[in-house]
């Protein structure tokens, strides 16, 4: 039973930085795309960025430039950079486990984390 605990949230100013860490629990991580998944209260829940088990990362295009995802098979870690933080990237952000190779929208994935709120604001 895969487990997912997100940390690393907190409340920064317009133009900060936040290192968002995903420690993975009870299988290895290597066959599983892995994806950041963001949603505000009354919104979707939308991918941010997702990395593959090949390492090949994509990006919604409200983040390009400004995340980075990454993934660290042998500590079982996934990381998403987020520099240059906006107002409007406020939200609950969840770590994501994708079996089938995937893991751009909801019915990709197989396990959830807890979710680690990142708030932005002057």
């Known amino acids: 039973q895969v487990q997912l605990v997100e940390s690393g949230g907190g409340s920064v100013e317009p133009g900060g930085s936040l290192r968002l860490s995903c420690a993975v629990s009870?299988?290895?991580?290597?066959?599983?795309?892995m994806g950041w998944f963001r949603q505000a209260p009354g919104k979707d829940r939308e991918a941010v960025a997702v990395?593959?088990?090949?390492?090949?990362?994509g990006y919604i295009d409200s983040v390009k430039g400004r995340f980075t995802i990454s993934r660290d098979n042998a500590k079982k870690m996934v990381y998403l950079q987020m520099n240059n933080l906006r107002p409007d990237d406020t939200d609950m952000y969840y770590c994501?486990?994708?079996?089938?190779?995937?893991?751009?929208?909801?019915?990709?994935?197989?396990?959830w984390g807890q979710g680690t709120q990142v708030t932005v604001s002057s």
């Open positions: 994501a486990a994708c079996s089938s190779g995937s893991c751009s929208v909801i019915p990709d994935v197989n396990v």
């Open positions: 009870g299988d290895t991580i290597y066959r599983f795309a």
């Open positions: 990395i593959d088990d090949d390492g090949r990362t």
